[in-house]
């Protein structure tokens, strides 16, 4: 029989939530509990809180984990914003240990955009999508035809001679207390840099801010994509991660 529902976990910035997740409608079967991201995000104190989110529920079966960094065969290779500590750690065997469940672990922005591919604003549009996640960092995930480019970590392209996520990512708005629509000149001025190298159909936004569409995507100039709010809102790391967990089962 098909594995219909499978837990998910969200590894974010400021909290780390989890729920059963069913596949065949991608919606939560269980309102989702969340405990906060412990600072500094080290490997063994988020382990800790994965722990509890997961036994919250009493799980048993795989579990999907998302991972605000690049994920490489369950290794974790970067952390722009959480401990030093991940970098180069075999992430998916060391939750696995803890858990004793299995265990697959993928980027953030790259479950997000699974998601929304699937469930959400992505769905039946082929061609190039760009998924991107606006937060702590900005997240991308690259679709072509419906399959995933994993870890592109756009993000990190260059703007204004700066980390692009150092000036346009929701946190890059409180910490410079930018206006709706100074932001949205910041948000543009990188829709413009990834239009420029990927020409996609579609560019969803999601992450936190993707609640508040209404104030920021209608002062965005028209261009040839679409663009247009993500759907599952703060559910889709989720989905995302429960989706790759079945996938790899
Ligand atoms: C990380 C990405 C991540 C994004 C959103 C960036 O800083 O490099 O891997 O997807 O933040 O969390």
């Not at 991107?132 to 679709?143: D, E, M, P």
Request: with cysteine.
């Amino acid at each position: 029989m098909a594995m219909t529902v499978v837990f998910g976990v969200d590894i974010g910035g400021s909290g780390i939530k989890g729920a059963p997740v069913d596949l065949e409608s991608g919606e939560l079967t269980e309102e989702r509990y969340k405990v906060l991201t412990p600072h500094p995000a080290s490997p063994e104190a988020v382990v800790g809180a994965v722990c509890e989110v997961v036994q919250h529920f009493g799980h048993q079966g795989p579990v999907g984990l998302t991972f605000p960094g690049v994920v490489v065969d369950g290794h974790t290779r970067t952390a722009a914003n959480v401990a030093q500590g991940w970098i180069g750690l075999d992430a998916e065997g060391l939750f696995q240990q803890a858990l004793d469940l299995s265990c697959t672990v993928l980027n953030d922005a790259d479950a997000a955009g699974l998601a929304e591919v699937t469930y959400g604003a992505g769905r039946e549009q082929d061609g190039v999508v760009l998924v991107l996640t606006f937060g702590t960092g900005i997240g991308s995930g690259l679709f072509v035809d419906g399959t995933l480019v994993p870890n592109t970590e756009l993000g990190h392209l260059e703007l204004r001679g700066k980390d692009a996520e150092r000036r346009a990512s929701s946190a890059a708005k409180e910490r410079h207390d930018l206006t709706w629509p100074e932001w949205a000149i910041r948000v543009d001025e990188y829709l413009d840099l990834v239009d420029r190298l990927f020409s996609p159909r579609l560019i969803v936004i999601g992450g936190g801010v993707s609640r508040k569409h209404d104030k920021f995507l209608p002062l965005l100039k028209q261009r040839e994509a679409r663009v247009v709010p993500a759907r599952l809102l703060n559910d889709a790391g989720i989905v995302g991660a429960a989706m790759a967990a079945a996938k790899a089962t």
